[in-house]
Nanobody, 126 residues
Framework: QVQLVESGGGLVQSGGSLRLACAASGRTFSTTAVPTAVAWFRQAPGMEREFVAGINWNGDTRYADSVKGRFTTSRDSAKTTVYLQMNSLKPEDTAVYYC????????????????WGQGTQVTVSS
């Protein structure tokens, strides 16, 4: 299966922006046997992993209510990288952010994803 490599995390002040990237190492998201949905999850210390945003195989996007209007997910034309643009960041956005894939359509349930990246830390200072 496609190996996922995340990048772009870091430390930013409240109100700032970061762009995360999830790269499909060695392949594209569209050359798998089954069309692939790519999602972003995050996990803060002591908290469960939660859905943040995602993009279906057909390009439709979905967002958690907590990030609507602030975060945008997209993919490049070559379908090798999915991005998460995060604007107006808040301290409560601090977490490790993961990208994950599953067949065809998005789900907000982490257990339904069978392929995960290693995660990238995002820290928002107040």
């Amino acid at each position: 299966q496609v190996q996922l490599v995340e990048s772009g995390g870091g430390l930013v002040q409240s109100g700032g922006s970061l762009r995360l990237a999830c790269a499909a190492s060695g392949r594209t998201f569209s050359t798998t046997a089954v069309p692939t949905a790519v999602a972003w999850f995050r996990q803060a210390p002591g908290m469960e992993r939660e859905f943040v945003a995602g993009i279906n195989w057909n390009g439709d996007t979905r967002y958690a209510d907590s990030v609507k209007g602030r975060f945008t997910t997209s993919r490049d034309s070559a379908k090798t990288t999915v991005y998460l643009q995060m604007n107006s960041l808040k301290p409560e956005d601090t977490a490790v952010y993961y990208c994950a894939t599953r067949p065809v359509v998005l789900s907000t349930t982490p257990g339904l994803y069978n392929n995960w990246g290693q995660g990238t830390q995002v820290t928002v200072s107040s």
